[in-house]
């Protein structure tokens, strides 16, 4: 895997975060939010497409980087900010950037963990594939 590829997927992981909550008010849950009975069947494919998108990355999140691994990048990443709050290079009292910060720092972990078996070959040599049971 190259850079590209990894930009790639995780620039469809900003794109979904974003997509689904953002502070412009032009997000999915915006569009969703209050309930109504308005272009119903529209709202409930979007959510559908949606949901098979999280699954996807999720499910190759946890595959590629298991619990210790998200729980360790997810620390990472919140001290990473913090140490931007204490240098003064970000400042978090506008929750617009709070949420944009947050939308960043998801997008970024579901890129990594997509891209972590691609990165792991590419280290290791070893491919890593799913437990099937055959009969």
Partial sequence: MNIGG???RWMFAFILVAATFNSTGYSLFHW?????DIQLPLKILVVIVVLGCYIFYLSATFKSLGLLGIIILLAFCGTLIWLFVDQGWLDLSNSGILSWVMIFMISTVLGIGISWS???KRITGQFD???VESN
């Fill in 6 to 8: 990894f930009v790639l």
């Fill in 118 to 120: 691609h990165v792991k």
């Fill in 129 to 131: 594939t799913d437990d």
């Fill in 32 to 36: 969703l939010w209050p309930l109504s």
